[in-house]
């Protein structure tokens, strides 16, 4: 028999949760040492990355969370593993010391994420607008046989304003928002539209505080941005195992 496994806790962990995870399978608690593994049966050997299946991944930890259990370490999407001596040789014996820091780490704190994006063209024509220079320039060569050097000199001045543009509101948020978290990751933005991705370590209690920020924020900018604001999910990244494997 295989297992499917979601997350790692600190013992005793959750237990009875009353859920299914993948293929319908019941969700159940399997203790090693000092930590909880929560798992179900596996029925496939390999296990597509679905939205379907990301999406029942991340609900059996998030209901873990919802029942009291915040302290956890999220695995990474398909894991499967032929029997638990296997998981205690490899992964709890060897790294138990490191298991318990992340712990440690992710004790009374919560993971939230915030990407925001822009319309690159809306924010260009309010960038001629507000810019007196550089609209100036513009001007200057409308209706003129423009050589490839002019060209390419406008379009490269109007890019780096833009792109000071976007350190701009980038800049806004991370002063905000900075003072509120004990750790901040910055990850790559996932679209062209998007202009800042990042993950915050804030302290539990402490989602009121950062909600009302985002929403000042979203205020300020009078509606110019979109804003995607997620204050409930598995720590997944203040919670890496990939150097543990």
Same mark, same amino acid.
């Given at each position: 028999? +295989?297992?499917?496994?979601? &997350?790692?806790?600190? $013992?005793? &962990?959750? @237990?009875?949760?009353?859920?299914? &995870?993948?293929?319908?399978?019941? /969700?159940?608690?399997? *203790?090693?040492?000092? =930590? !909880? =593994?929560?798992?179900?049966?596996?029925?496939?050997?390999?296990?597509? $990355?679905?939205?379907? #299946?990301?999406?029942?991944?991340?609900?059996?930890?998030?209901?873990?969370?919802?029942?009291?259990?915040?302290?956890?370490?999220?695995?990474?999407?398909?894991?499967?593993?032929?029997?638990?001596?296997?998981?205690?040789?490899?992964?709890?014996?060897?790294?138990?010391?490191?298991?318990?820091?992340?712990?440690?780490?992710?004790?009374?704190?919560?993971?939230?994420?915030?990407?925001?994006?822009?319309?690159?063209?809306?924010?260009?024509?309010?960038?001629? %607008?507000? #810019? $007196?220079?550089?609209?100036?320039?513009?001007?200057?060569?409308?209706?003129? %046989?423009?050589?490839?050097?002019?060209?390419?000199?406008?379009?490269?001045?109007?890019?780096?304003?833009?792109?000071?543009?976007?350190?701009?509101? /980038?800049?806004?948020?991370?002063?905000?928002?900075?003072?509120?978290?004990?750790?901040?990751?910055?990850?790559?933005?996932?679209?062209?539209?998007?202009?800042? #991705? +990042?993950?915050?370590?804030?302290?539990?209690? &402490?989602?009121?505080?950062?909600?009302?920020?985002? @929403? !000042?924020?979203? *205020?300020?900018?009078?509606?110019?941005?979109?804003?995607?604001?997620?204050? =409930?999910?598995?720590?997944? #990244?203040?919670?890496?195992?990939?150097?543990?494997?």
């Amino acid at each position: 028999m +295989a297992y499917y496994l979601y &997350g790692i806790f600190p $013992a005793p &962990g959750p @237990e009875d949760l009353s859920i299914t &995870g993948l293929d319908k399978q019941e /969700v159940r608690s399997h *203790h090693l040492d000092q =930590f !909880t =593994f929560l798992y179900s049966e596996a029925c496939q050997t390999r296990y597509l $990355a679905s939205r379907k #299946n990301l999406l029942g991944h991340e609900k059996v930890l998030e209901n873990a969370m919802q029942h009291g259990h915040h302290t956890l370490l999220p695995l990474q999407f398909g894991l499967t593993v032929e029997d638990w001596d296997r998981v205690k040789a490899d992964l709890v014996e060897p790294h138990a010391e490191g298991l318990t820091q992340l712990f440690h780490r992710l004790d009374g704190r919560r993971e939230v994420s915030v990407k925001v994006l822009w319309e690159a063209t809306t924010e260009l024509e309010m960038l001629m %607008q507000e #810019n $007196a220079d550089l609209r100036a320039q513009r001007d200057q060569l409308e209706g003129r %046989q423009l050589s490839m050097d002019e060209v390419i000199r406008i379009g490269q001045i109007i890019e780096a304003a833009l792109e000071e543009r976007k350190q701009g509101v /980038v800049q806004q948020f991370r002063d905000a928002l900075q003072p509120l978290a004990d750790d901040i990751i910055e990850n790559d933005p996932m679209t062209d539209a998007m202009i800042f #991705n +990042a993950a915050y370590l804030i302290p539990w209690n &402490g989602e009121a505080d950062f909600s009302q920020a985002i @929403e !000042t924020l979203d *205020h300020d900018f009078e509606g110019r941005l979109r804003i995607r604001y997620n204050n =409930f999910t598995a720590p997944y #990244n203040f919670a890496q195992l990939s150097h543990l494997d």
